[in-house]
């Protein structure tokens, strides 16, 4: 709600270019409304790539163009490029189209968080080189969207990959499933001579109510935290692998081979 007192940031997908506005007239659209903090990106045709530096650059937030229509991958090298070139700082990144590793991670048998995989995750036109520049460019955790009714978290080679969940009523979803949107909320510690440094992301669900307001919070979470003595198994009590017999069960809302990405899209709840 652009009425509302928040600042705001929009990570592009794979339907924002299929109506009457193109890619550059949507970033443009979105940049130009009011407490907007979406920028046009550098990167010739995918605009939507940006970052936002928080508490004086000792954080970011970064978003990348997700399934270009015109692109072999969801996301492209070009855009790697670009965030190469950033410089390396403690990082969440938003991206419309999950990864590959989210479906490696559940075949592994990697601990899912409870009840937050409802269909076979979509992983489009994937980029093998995505992942490793995210590790190298410091990205502790990332937000997808693509599978409407998928809220899950796995952590995979230290990064958590987190769906972001479905809030609005004009897409797809579950009648079983109350709409949900993910809350997620970065700590910091402000030195005396007003340095900061990240500290925790902690993350949780909201449920929509019959009148589409905020309702219970569900699935709190610490998705990642500065602590030399962490022990990660003890971090997340509530996620549990899933069985062959429920990654089998899962409705996919894809038919054609080519929309299906990896060839390991029978995935989890």
């Known amino acids: 709600d652009t009425a509302a007192s928040l600042d705001f940031a929009a990570s592009l997908g794979n339907h924002d270019e299929e109506a009457r506005l193109s890619r550059e007239e949507v970033v443009s659209y979105v940049a130009s409304l009011p407490r907007s903090l979406t920028t046009r990106g550098p990167v010739a045709g995918s605009p939507g790539n940006f970052e936002v530096p928080l508490q004086q650059g000792a954080a970011r937030l970064v978003f990348l163009d997700s399934r270009l229509d015109d692109a072999d991958e969801a996301i492209t090298d070009e855009q790697l490029a670009w965030l190469d070139g950033l410089g390396v700082v403690d990082t969440i990144a938003f991206f419309h189209v999950p990864?590959?590793?989210?479906?490696?991670?559940v075949d592994a048998g990697v601990p899912v968080t409870a009840g937050g995989l409802n269909e076979a995750i979509c992983d489009d036109a994937p980029n093998a080189n995505v992942f490793p520049a995210l590790e190298r460019n410091g990205v502790l955790v990332t937000f997808?969207?693509?599978?409407?009714?998928?809220?899950?978290?796995?952590?995979?080679?230290?990064?958590?990959?987190?769906?972001?969940?479905?809030?609005?009523y004009t897409a797809y979803g579950n009648a079983s499933l109350a709409r949900r949107t993910r809350v997620t909320r970065l700590?910091?510690?402000?030195?005396?001579?007003?340095?900061?440094?990240?500290?925790?992301?902690?993350?949780?669900?909201?449920l929509a109510t019959a009148n589409a307001t905020a309702g219970e919070k569900i699935h709190e979470e610490v998705l990642w935290e500065r602590s030399p003595d962490e022990k990660k198994?003890?971090?997340?009590?509530?996620?549990?692998?899933?069985?062959?017999a429920v990654k089998a069960a899962l409705p996919r809302r894809r038919t054609k081979d080519s929309f299906l990405g990896s060839s390991a899209v029978t995935t989890a709840q």
Do not use: K, M
Request: aromatic residues 10%; glycine residues 6%; negative net charge.
């Open 99 to 105: 990864l590959s590793e989210f479906v490696e991670a």
């Open 144 to 168: 997808s969207g693509h599978d409407h009714t998928n809220t899950a978290c796995v952590e995979w080679d230290g990064i958590n990959l987190c769906y972001e969940g479905s809030p609005g």
């Open 187 to 206: 700590d910091f510690d402000v030195a005396e001579n007003n340095s900061s440094q990240l500290v925790a992301v902690t993350s949780w669900l909201r």
């Open 233 to 244: 198994t003890e971090r997340y009590p509530t996620r549990a692998p899933v069985s062959a």
